[in-house]
C-alpha cells in the first residue's frame, strides 16, 4: 500500500515537472523578439523585412514565434521572386 502511495506521488512529481519544463519552452516563443533577431530575419528576405515593417507600423509587438511563421511564409515567396527578376 505504502508503495503503490509513493509510486503515485512520485508519477505526479515527474507529470508535473514535465508541465513546468514544456511551460518554459512555450514561454520563450511568446517573448519579444531582440533587434538582432529581427535584422537576422529581415537580411535574408525582402518579404519578411515588409511583412515585419508593416506590424511595426501597426504597432504590434513582434514575438520570436512570429519571426519563426514569417521565415516560413516567406522562404516560398522569395522563391517565387526569383522567377521575376
Do not use: Y
Not at 6 to 28: D, E, K, Q, T, Y
Amino acid at each position: 500500500m505504502m508503495i503503490k502511495k509513493l509510486s503515485i506521488a512520485g508519477i505526479c512529481a515527474l507529470a508535473l515537472s514535465l508541465c513546468v519544463w514544456g511551460g518554459f519552452a512555450i514561454s520563450s516563443d511568446f517573448a519579444p523578439a531582440s533587434v538582432t533577431e529581427i535584422q537576422e530575419v529581415t537580411d535574408s528576405s525582402k518579404c519578411a523585412k515588409r511583412v515585419l515593417q508593416d506590424a511595426n507600423r501597426d504597432a504590434r509587438l513582434i514575438h520570436r514565434r512570429d519571426l519563426t511563421k514569417v521565415s516560413e511564409l516567406c522562404e516560398s515567396i522569395d522563391g517565387q521572386s526569383l522567377a521575376f527578376q
